[in-house]
């Protein structure tokens, strides 16, 4: 969710910044140099830049892509999460809890039909029937629960538009 704020930071970016920020998240591993000659800056002033634009919270970090087959972590689920009471104190105890547990990837809060939707990634449904009793289902508050496996990623990506 945006604040009026961000709106207007957003505004204050140039168009270096942006073309800065689009090659990043093509390529993090990119080289100041390389960065430099697809902007259209010297090596000095792009690296200034990636500074300024890191100091002030538009680059959060760099990570690598990896293959979740590869790592026996193919089967994605989305689980929706209701909660028994709606307390700050079950709140903050639920997110604690779901924030430990590797197999999530991303655990949003949501207005609607239920509390949470957590997205989580295991090996195979043997394996999503595991995490579901001894971790999704033991967690503080958790009332009820509906899967949905993905049985095709049609777009995967974390690259925001600009």
């Not at 207007?8 to 998240?25: K, T």
Request: hydrophobic share 45%; charged share 25%; aromatic share 6%.
């Amino acid at each position: 969710m945006t604040s009026p704020s961000d709106a207007v930071a957003v505004v204050d970016l140039d168009r270096i910044d942006r073309r800065i920020l689009l090659a990043l998240q093509a390529d993090g591993r990119i080289t100041n140099l390389d960065l430099a000659d697809t902007v259209g800056l010297s090596p000095t002033a792009t690296a200034e830049r990636v500074k300024r634009l890191t100091r002030e919270g538009y680059i959060l970090g760099y990570s690598a892509r990896l293959d979740p087959a590869k790592l026996n972590r193919a089967l994605l689920v989305f689980v929706e999460i209701k909660l028994d009471r709606m307390t700050p104190e079950v709140f903050s105890t639920f997110a604690a809890a779901i924030a430990r547990a590797p197999q999530v990837l991303e655990c949003h809060m949501i207005a609607g039909g239920f509390d949470y939707l957590v997205k989580a990634r295991v090996g195979t449904m043997e394996d999503y029937r595991a995490f579901l009793s001894d971790v999704l289902m033991a967690l503080p508050g958790v009332r009820e629960t509906h899967t949905y496996p993905v049985m095709e990623e049609v777009k995967n990506t974390a690259a925001l538009a600009l």
